[in-house]
């Protein structure tokens, strides 16, 4: 597993008339975090789609523990807890950066489809093999 952290800011388009954070706005911070982590290991995700390959959400199960407020500056986790041969499954978390408060948190399934069919597909191999590397702790 990982340590992976993305830094969020809460401006007012996140929020709703009482200034807390929209519920969905957590799935985009989710994803953020989870395209930055691939990127930090040297996969690219943009020339996927030129090869008619996505990634989409499967499923996931969220909590949501406290609010966020505008301005606040939170973290969100991205942790790889589980791949197979066309998905992958990560515990993502949301803290505030000033008192540590955990705030969200989730599994996400994410699986590997072709487009335009949208059918599940293998893993790209070297995505995959940074998938191997983070679960047998070889990164």
């Avoid at 200034?19 to 957590?26: D, E």
Wanted: charged share 30%.
């Amino acid at each position: 597993m990982t340590d992976f952290r993305w830094p969020v800011r809460i401006y007012v388009e996140d929020t709703d008339a009482g200034g807390i954070v929209f519920y969905a706005n957590y799935l985009k911070y989710f994803e953020r975090a989870r395209t930055e982590w691939v990127r930090s290991r040297g996969v690219a995700l943009r020339g996927r789609l030129e090869e008619g390959i996505a990634f989409v959400v499967h499923s996931l199960n969220i909590r949501y523990l406290q609010p966020a407020f505008l301005d606040d500056e939170l973290e969100i986790s991205a942790d790889l807890i589980s791949a197979t041969r066309t998905a992958m499954t990560f515990r993502q978390e949301a803290w505030r950066r000033d008192d540590g408060a955990a705030l969200v948190s989730g599994e996400v399934k994410v699986a590997c489809v072709q487009l335009p069919s949208g059918r599940p597909r293998r893993i790209p191999e070297d995505l995959d093999r940074v998938l191997k590397d983070t679960l047998s702790g070889n990164e």
